[in-house]
T-cell receptor, first 111, second 114 residues
Framework: GQNIDQPTEMTATEGAIVQINCTYQ??????LFWYQQHAGEAPTFLSY??LDGLEEKGRFSSFLSRSKGYSYLLLKELQMKDSASYLC????????????WGLGTSLAVNP | GAGVSQSPRYKVAKRGQDVALRCDPI?????LFWYQQALGQGPEFLTY????????KSGLPSDRFFAERPEGSVSTLKIQRTQQEDSAVYLC????????????FGDGTRLSIL
């Protein structure tokens, strides 16, 4: 079966660092994406990991461990505008290339 | 435009009516996906096209749902005899087609069935 787990909600303070975890069990794996989605808007691409390790992109970093079926998204120097839902999505192997999505983590950044 | 464009942005229909949702992809993107997203949930895969070929329609919830992309560009998702449980946001996403390329999403169509 396909299963992706993320915490439902998280709260953090402006200027702090927050780590959003994602664990997955899927029948195929061809990479993992993180997306940000503000309420009422479309998901926007943040990062992609296919090899183990850390990918850094400005204030956002993403880590992958394929052997553990585990990824995290690290957000540094939090800003109020970072309040959003963060979605972990596994890229399914095979020729359909569909994404299997977690339910998302709703992050609230407080002043 | 530069991004994925979906229309209409909002659609209200009475139960039993047919609806058609349109997606204009980013130019040159060969892969096109339709997702359904309920409030507070992640997107659920519906169907996938590579150019005009529908390679996967395993996520379509019933035979009332039909998608096409006849010329490998614009796609239409049609829902026949709509039911209240069809109320959701329908997202279209496109990508260049390489497996490591991100999917870029349109703003979605918010469908409400009364």
């Amino acid at each position: 079966g396909q299963n992706i787990d993320q915490p439902t909600e998280m709260t953090a303070t402006e200027g702090a660092i927050v780590q959003i975890n994602c664990t997955y069990q899927t029948s195929g794996f061809n990479g993992l994406f993180w997306y940000q989605q503000h309420a009422g808007e479309a998901p926007t691409f943040l990062s992609y990991n296919v090899l183990d390790g850390l990918e850094e992109k400005g204030r956002f970093s993403s880590f992958l461990s394929r052997s553990k079926g585990y990824s995290y998204l690290l957000l540094k120097e939090l800003q109020m505008k970072d309040s959003a839902s963060y979605l972990c999505a596994v890229h399914h192997a095979g020729n359909n290339r569909k994404l299997i999505w977690g339910l998302g983590t709703s992050l609230a950044v407080n002043p | 435009g530069a991004g994925v464009s979906q229309s209409p942005r909002y659609k209200v229909a009475k139960r039993g009516q047919d609806v058609a949702l349109r997606c204009d992809p980013i130019s040159g993107h060969v892969s096109l996906f339709w997702y359904q997203q309920a409030l507070g949930q992640g997107p659920e895969f519906l169907t996938y096209f590579q150019n005009e070929a529908q390679l996967d329609k395993s996520g379509l919830p019933s035979d009332r749902f039909f998608a096409e992309r006849p010329e490998g560009s614009v796609s239409t998702l049609k829902i026949q005899r709509t039911q209240q449980e069809d109320s959701a946001v329908y997202l279209c996403a496109t990508s260049r087609g390489d497996s490591n390329q991100p999917q870029h999403f349109g703003d979605g169509t918010r469908l409400s069935i009364l």
